[in-house]
T-cell receptor, first 114, second 111 residues
Framework: GAVVSQHPSWVICKSGTSVKIECRSL??????MFWYRQFPKQSLMLMAT?????????EQGVEKDKFLINHASLTLSTLTVTSAHPEDSSFYIC??????????FGPGTRLTVL | SQQGEEDPQALSIQEGENATMNCSYK?????LQWYRQNSGRGLVHLIL?????REKHSGRLRVTLDTSKKSSSLLITASRAADTASYFC???????????FGKGTTLSVSS
């Protein structure tokens, strides 16, 4: 299947700083990517839908000013957690849509905010 | 919503036994996908079954789909300790919008 990468795979930062997470489709173009968040022992929760060249669509309850999404090219979407706090510590996973019905997921980024 | 709900939430078996987990959903679908997630890792796509298919095999995996009951099952035969993971189903509608996951089934296979 198609390959999606994420960088970094894990990051530790101080409270109040911003962290950028990259999601790349390596061997295909993805006009649509999705960002999920997963807390320990919980399921993945959809945060936002990222569309190349347009603004992201955020799910209810997700602060768009805190979680900045940029999908500037057909192979890259970035999620920036601004002014991170310990409660933002989580596992962030992106996926890229291939065609209308298939998605491929990245390996995830573990964020720990001290 | 097109969220899938997995059942049971947790399943513990011995190596060599079969593991069956179920998924129910509420909307019409184009296809349904099953994923595996090892602890602290990303999702791994296991199998996709389309709405016009009733059964699909992939190695030790067998997936069934009953669109009249809006349910699917994943059978892992001759389980191994390496199968220990969480398993999620994701129903996909015609529009192909974002996958919404349930809480998953946590499978523990002991040797």
């Amino acid at each position: 299947g198609a390959v999606v990468s994420q960088h970094p795979s894990w990051v530790i930062c101080k409270s109040g700083t911003s962290v950028k997470i990259e999601c790349r489709s390596l061997d295909f173009q993805a006009t649509t990517m999705f960002w999920y968040r997963q807390f320990p022992k919980q399921s993945l929760m959809l945060m936002a839908t990222s569309n190349e060249g347009s603004k992201a669509t955020y799910e209810q309850g997700v602060e768009k000013d805190k979680f900045l999404i940029n999908h500037a090219s057909l192979t890259l979407s970035t999620l920036t957690v601004t002014s991170a706090h310990p409660e933002d510590s989580s596992f962030y996973i992106c996926s890229a849509r291939v065609g209308p019905q298939e998605q491929f997921f990245g390996p995830g980024t573990r964020l720990t905010v001290l | 919503s097109q969220q899938g709900e997995e059942d049971p939430q947790a399943l513990s078996i011995q190596e060599g036994e079969n593991a069956t987990m179920n998924c129910s959903y509420k909307t019409s679908i184009n296809n349904l996908q099953w994923y595996r997630q090892n602890s602290g890792r990303g999702l791994v796509h296991l199998i996709l079954i389309r709405s016009n298919e009733r059964e699909k095999h992939s190695g030790r995996l067998r997936v069934t789909l009953d669109t009249s009951k809006k349910s699917s099952s994943l059978l892992i035969t001759a389980s191994r300790a390496a199968d220990t993971a969480s398993y999620f189903c994701a129903p996909v509608n015609q529009a192909g919008t974002a996958l919404i996951f349930g809480k998953g089934t946590t499978l523990s296979v002991s040797s």
